[in-house]
Structure formats: C-alpha cells, structure tokens
C-alpha cells in the first residue's frame, strides 16, 4: 500500500488493504486474481512471493473445482461474468473446503442479493469487496453495511461480512 494513502484509508475506517500486484510490492501482503490462463501455473506465482494471497476467478466447473480443492487459493472470487456456475454442489465443496468467496461491489444487485443469501444457506466467509482501481473508488465501511441492508442482509450479518470476514484472509495464511 502507498504510504500516501494509508492515511486516507484510515479516515474511510479500513487499517490497511491488499494491492493487486503480479510482482512483489512495498505492502506486507499481496492479492494476486488468478484468471483462466494462470491457473495451473499458481505454484511459480507463489514462489515468486510468500506474502501473497491468492484468488481465483474461475469461468468454469473444472477451474472452479480446482479453485476450492487447491489449498494455496485463499478464495474465490465472483462477479456477473461467473455467478452461473455456482451451483448448489459447488457451494456445498466451497463450504466443506472452508475457502472465502469474495463479491464484488461493481456487480450487478442480482449478484450482490445471491451472495447474500448464500451467507445465510453457508458458512463461508464472504468478502465483499470494492475492487478500487482509484482512490475514489474505495468504500467506506457503513457504506458497504448499508450496501448490504439494502439488498436484503441483516444489520448483523452485514456487519459480520465487512468487519470480520475480512480478516479470516489472514488466518489461512
């Protein structure tokens, strides 16, 4: 994380956050989204740099499943382009596996409202996340609660999902 940014962070309520990088950065840890092609090659990714947690964003069955099976990924990440292969059985293997599924805050509501019944049908941790390219893209923490009062979480839960949630990140590692 940019030490000039830190204190916007901090006035937005979030201590720290993950940069996407594909190449070691200044912050402690690191996110890295593998996509269709980099699947099979995420132990080189890992060699490159301990510190960084892995996602997947699987576009089918079979990556999806080697997604939740490989314990190197931390967690999964959805969006309006994957939603339909989240099947039952697949969230069943999610939840077995204890993987986080991480929601993007740019989908569209339908997405957002599935996530969020399937925080209560699972209990896999569920990240909601912003998914900032600029800084004016971040979203502060009652915002995203609301967010999620909105489209049909409890007060409760969505607390649990942006305060607690985030941090089960870490305990994998």
Same mark, same amino acid.
């Given at each position: ?7 916007? +962070? $901090?006035?937005?309520? &979030?201590?720290?956050?993950? #940069? %996407?990088?594909?190449?070691? =950065? !200044? /912050? ?62 697949? +969230? $069943?293997?999610?939840? &077995?596996?204890?993987?986080? #599924? %991480?929601?993007?805050?740019? =989908? !569209? /509501? ?64």
């Amino acid at each position: 994380m940019k030490p000039d940014l830190q204190s916007y +962070l $901090n006035v937005l309520g &979030y201590s720290s956050g993950l #940069v %996407e990088a594909k190449t070691s =950065s !200044s /912050s402690k840890f690191t996110r890295y989204t593998l996509h269709k092609g980099e699947i099979k090659n995420f132990r080189n990714i890992m060699q490159k740099n301990r510190n960084t947690i892995l996602f997947s964003k699987p576009y089918d069955i079979e990556t999806l499943r080697f997604s939740v099976l490989t314990s190197e990924i931390s967690g999964i990440t959805v969006d309006d382009s994957n939603i339909k292969i989240f099947r039952k059985a697949m +969230l $069943n293997l999610i939840n &077995y596996n204890k993987k986080i #599924v %991480e929601i993007s805050l740019k =989908s !569209s /509501s339908f997405v957002i409202s599935r996530a969020i019944s399937w925080g209560y049908k699972w209990s896999f941790p569920l990240i909601f996340s912003s998914f900032a390219q600029e800084f004016n893209e971040i979203w502060p923490l009652v915002s995203k609660i609301n967010y999620l009062i909105v489209h049909g979480a409890s007060q409760v839960q969505a607390y649990k999902w942006v305060l607690n949630d985030p941090f089960k990140l870490f305990s994998n590692e």
